[in-house]
């Protein structure tokens, strides 16, 4: 049976809403990866940082997931967290531990960047 418009409307929003697909990404449970919020703290940027360097070693290597997750010493489930960049469910000392497993020897630094904001126009 075919639905007319209204019905179609009812059940399928397009675009989806923007701040729902976050929250899902965000949902311990999602397999996707996850995204960084645009107000992402320090903290959160480093540890996606690290599982993107992770990932890029993996792919570097033609590693698959379990090959991986035997060279960290983690099992491949946690393995996939972090390829899926799952910050959210490791601290920053596990991944430094992973990626030093991985990278020997690294560094981890701080780049200061250019402060962010509005010149004033000065007033005469």
């Given at each position: 049976?075919?639905?007319?418009n ?72 946690e ?33 200061t ?11 005469k």
């Amino acid at each position: 049976m075919v639905k007319n418009n209204k019905q179609l409307n009812k059940s399928y929003q397009y675009p989806p809403r923007h701040g729902e697909i976050l929250a899902k990404m965000r949902h311990s449970d999602h397999e996707g990866n996850f995204l960084l919020p645009a107000d992402a703290t320090p903290l959160e940027k480093i540890k996606y940082e690290l599982c993107q360097k992770i990932l890029t070693y993996k792919q570097d290597n033609n590693l698959t997931a379990e090959e991986l997750a035997e060279r960290i010493s983690l099992s491949p489930p946690e393995t996939k967290e972090i390829l899926l960049s799952h910050i959210h469910k490791f601290t920053l000392d596990r991944l430094l531990t992973y990626a030093s497993k991985l990278f020997s020897p690294f560094q981890v630094g701080i780049i200061t960047a250019e402060p962010r904001y509005e010149k004033i126009a000065s007033r005469k």
